[in-house]
């Protein structure tokens, strides 16, 4: 029933930009808190970025100035613009959504890749 899809991962250049996008269904999108994890190979998962239902950002120190992350209720998508591209940002992004009314959900997660 419930789905969140990520797109937009790949291989880029440091100093490069990518988009991811989070398109979900099967929940009242607008109601939901929706966030941008990273893990890297052994590495803990990490809250990278996050907006809440009315449209609150928060960041991990390490993206500030260099992640911005909206979300479009129309169209039930969340997306996380990486700009300034390190090769430290390397790792599995996932989707998360959650309230604390419901419950939370992941998608599959996908991998961005920084290297020469």
């Known amino acids: 029933q419930v789905q969140l899809v990520e797109s937009g991962g790949g291989l880029v250049q440091p100093g490069g930009s990518l988009r991811l996008s989070c398109a979900a269904s099967?929940?009242?999108?607008?109601?939901?808190?929706m966030g941008w994890y990273r893990q890297a190979p052994g590495k803990q998962r990490e809250l990278v970025a996050s907006?809440?239902?009315?449209?609150?950002?928060r960041y991990e120190d390490s993206v500030k100035g260099r992640f911005t992350i909206s979300r479009d209720n129309a169209k039930n998508t969340v997306h996380l613009q990486m700009n300034s591209l390190k090769p430290e940002d390397t790792a599995v992004y996932y989707c998360?959504?959650?309230?604390?009314?419901?419950?939370?959900?992941w998608g599959q997660g996908i991998q961005v890749t920084v290297s020469s």
């Open positions: 907006i809440s239902s009315g449209g609150s950002t």
């Open positions: 998360n959504a959650y309230s604390p009314l419901y419950r939370g959900y």
């Open positions: 099967g929940i009242i999108f607008r109601i939901y808190d």
